[in-house]
């Protein structure tokens, strides 16, 4: 059946925010992921978050799929990019070029809007890793939809310090051929286990901000070019450092935090074989007949918006491709020891563990 019979508990896995240990316990034949948790609730925008701190709780789906398709990813990651196409970028110039005549000294290009998007065309999803209709995918697609908004001012950011990229580009020069690329990638500041292999430790927000700038050739191809634009470097930063406030306000990034943690959970049970050493076969969340996820119709493209901003030299129009990355395999074997991590967990009141009050 599908995973929308369950009780709400176990969907919601218990109202975990984020899974910050993974644990081996023998005794019980278990294998557990445990962190912060609190009572939740439906958000305005349709999103399951905390009632105490409005943070994305986690969900089962996500973490079935993840656990599904460790192996899938194992080559080529887990990766989401919204990108123009050549023949829209060679068909948006063209157009800037016929309209560079008609245009009047200080006049707006956003009379040309609507003419700019039918000659762009719609950009492309590109999805790896895992199922394109899955609900994982779909939060992928949506973050990175939701960053370009932001960095391109087509929606104001809810949280202080965080200007659009465009804001910050007031007055600056652009070079014609080269846009600014922005995706979201895995990063956490460790991953330690304690010296036996039944303890792990997740510490981080788990996704960082990167940038470079693409070069767009004359027949509209793009490539990278390893080189980063200062300011949309800084917006970058400014992003990471904003991120966690970021996520409460806008929880479609606090789903993908959540994400990122149940990817890592995940390839570490795979990688570390967790479910050997626990005793614990994970068979129903394999099973697909046994357990099926809901399926979504995930877009294959989005139309195109257009953003303007007076640069150094004239007026012109930023377009932007980028993404999401998650490399988990890349954290797992990054881990550490921490001797004395068993010692921290263990001192953990046992009373507080959800399991200990149902």
Known sequence: KTGAGLPAEIRYLAGLTAV???LVDTEKNDLILAGPAEPW????????VGKKTGTAILQLEDLVVALRNVENSRAQGISCSIEPTAEGRRGLSNYLNQVKTRMRPGQSPAVFEAGMKRAFGPQMIKLNGIPATSRYACTLVAADYQMKRLAMAIEDSPVKGLPSYLQMSRNASHTGNANPRW???CEYESLTRNE??????LT?????TMTEQDLIAADGTSSGSNKVNKLAEGWASNMTEKFEELAKEMPVFGDLQNLMDLTVASTLIVQEQLENRS????TVLRDQQALAP???DAPQTIDPECSFIKGRGGKWVVTASGGVSINAFQVVHDQTVDSTLTESVASTRSD???WNKH
């Open 196 to 201: 036996e292999g039944t303890v792990w430790k």
């Open 352 to 354: 507080s563990w959800w």
């Open 183 to 185: 995706w979201m990638e």
């Open 294 to 296: 809901p399926t979504f």
């Open 41 to 48: 609730t439906l958000s305005e925008t349709g999103s399951v």
């Open 279 to 282: 005793g614990l076969e994970l």
């Open 20 to 22: 910050q240990y993974v």
């Open 204 to 208: 981080g927000q788990g996704v960082k």
